[in-house]
Nanobody, 113 residues
Framework: VQLQASGGGLVQPGGSLRLSCAAS????????MGWYRQAPGKSRDLVAI??????VYATSVKGRFTISRDNAQNTVYLQMNSLQPVDTAVYYC?????????WGQGTQVTVSS
C-alpha cells in the first residue's frame, strides 16, 4: 500500500489550504482514512479521520477543517480554513485497512506572516 500526499505549503494566518492523499496498492476492508500532524518537538496527533464510524475531528480544528473522501479513487481530502500559526506541522496521511495502519510521507504546512 502506498499513500501519496500533496497540497502542503506556506500560507498566511487566516488562509486556506487543501491536502490530498491518494492510496494505491492492495487495499481492502478500509476502516478509515485521515490525517495526523506533528509539530516540532511534539507527538503525532489526530487531526481528522473518515470511515465506517463516521468522521472524527480534533477539537482544535472543528469548524475550520473539513475532511472528505472519494471512495472510488481511494483518496482523502482535508480542506483547512482559517489557518493559524498553531496549525504549523507536518501532516501525515493515514489509512487503516486489512488490519494494518499505513502512513504517507508527510507534507509540510507552515502558517506564518
Amino acid at each position: 500500500v502506498q499513500l501519496q500526499a500533496s497540497g502542503g505549503g506556506l500560507v498566511q494566518p487566516g488562509g486556506s489550504l487543501r491536502l490530498s492523499c491518494a492510496a494505491s496498492g492492495n487495499i481492502f476492508n478500509i476502516v478509515h482514512m485521515g490525517w495526523y500532524r506533528q509539530a516540532p518537538g511534539k507527538s503525532r496527533d489526530l487531526v481528522a479521520i473518515i470511515g465506517t464510524g463516521g468522521t472524527v475531528y480534533a477539537t482544535s480544528v472543528k469548524g475550520r477543517f473539513t475532511i472528505s473522501r472519494d471512495n472510488a479513487q481511494n483518496t482523502v481530502y482535508l480542506q483547512m480554513n482559517s489557518l493559524q500559526p498553531v496549525d504549523t506541522a507536518v501532516y501525515y496521511c493515514n489509512l487503516l485497512s486489512g488490519g494494518s495502519a499505513h502512513w504517507g510521507q508527510g507534507t509540510q504546512v507552515t502558517v506564518s506572516s
